[in-house]
C-alpha cells in the first residue's frame, strides 16, 4: 500500500478547490492499491484555502522550528501544517506505508522542491512538512 496526494487522485482539495488529476495515479486509488491523503485539510485547512508557502526555509526547518508557514495574508498557519503531517505519518504507519508520491512544489508534499515563501513562484530546494517528517520517518517521497 501506498499513499498518494489526494489532489493527484482526482479529490478537490487543492488550495483553490480543484485538482491536479493524474490518472496513473487515480488508477491506484480506484484499484485499492494507494490511499488518497491531502495532509492540509487533516491539519484543518479549508477547501478551498489561502495560498501557503514556507517562510525561512524548508519543510525540515519547519519541524525543527527554525521556519513557518504564512499564507498569502501572512497568517501562520504552521500548526495546521504540522498537524497534517502527524496525522499523514500516523497513517503511513497504520497501514505499513514504505513509499509515498506526493504533490510537487506544495509547502506540505513538496519533494525537493518548494517555492521561497516570497509568493513570487520562485522554487528554491527543499521539501514540504509533510514530506520532510515522512522521510525523517523513513518513508520513500516520490513526487509526480
Known sequence: MILVSACLAGVNCAWDGKNKLNKEIKKLVDDKLAIPVCP??????????????????????????RAKVLDENGLD??????????????????????KVILK????????????????????????????ALLIKEGVQCLST
Not at 41 to 64: A, F, Q
Not at 89 to 98: H, I
Request: hydrophobic share 30%; net charge positive; charged share 30%.
Open 40 to 65: 492540509e485539510v487533516l491539519g484543518g485547512r479549508s477547501i478551498p484555502r489561502t495560498k501557503t508557502e514556507i517562510k525561512g526555509g524548508s519543510g525540515k526547518d519547519v519541524l525543527n522550528g
Open 77 to 98: 498557519v504552521t500548526e495546521e501544517f504540522l498537524k497534517g503531517a502527524r496525522a499523514a505519518l500516523e497513517l503511513a504507519k497504520k497501514y505499513s506505508v514504505t
Open 104 to 131: 510537487s512544489k506544495s509547502p506540505s508534499c513538496g519533494v525537493d522542491y518548494i517555492y521561497d515563501g516570497s509568493f513570487n513562484r520562485k522554487l528554491v530546494k527543499g521539501n514540504g512538512v509533510t514530506t
